[in-house]
């Protein structure tokens, strides 16, 4: 079993950057790929960005790719996503998710991620 706690969301206008942090408790935090997802209101939840177990490949959706950095810290068991030139299309509730075995391409498709966080909040005006 995991448990995962995501903390870091915020108000803040666009432009600005705002660091997600997802800390993970129970086993083998190390076995698993690591991912966020978002949801927007009135929107289905999508797939931001995803990391292999070791940190050594990682998978961005296009709207995010150059702006967005997913990392982790295997000793904390903490993934992060590093999110900068925030736009007002980033508002969503953004949730942690982690399967141990897919891989970080795998998990931006996957339907049965094992474990969920209870998602943090990020609003960005305009």
């Known amino acids: 079993q995991v448990q995962l706690v995501e903390s870091g969301g915020g108000l803040l206008q666009a432009g600005g950057s705002l660091r997600l942090s997802c800390a993970a408790s129970?086993?083998?935090?190390?076995?698993?790929?690591m991912a966020w997802f978002r949801q927007a209101p009135g929107k289905e939840r999508e797939f931001v960005a995803a990391?292999?177990?070791?940190?050594?490949?990682?998978n961005y959706a296009d709207s995010v790719k150059g702006r967005f950095t997913i990392s982790r810290d295997n000793a904390k068991n903490t993934v992060y996503l590093q999110m900068n030139s925030l736009k007002p299309e980033d508002t969503a509730v953004y949730y942690c998710?982690?399967?141990?075995?897919?891989?970080?391409?795998?998990?931006?498709?996957?339907?049965?991620?094992?474990?969920w966080g209870q998602g943090t909040q990020v609003t960005v005006s305009s």
């Open positions: 998710a982690a399967d141990r075995g897919e891989t970080s391409q795998s998990m931006a498709v996957s339907n049965t991620i094992d474990y």
């Open positions: 129970g086993r083998a935090f190390s076995d698993y790929a």
């Open positions: 990391i292999s177990w070791s940190g050594r490949t990682t």
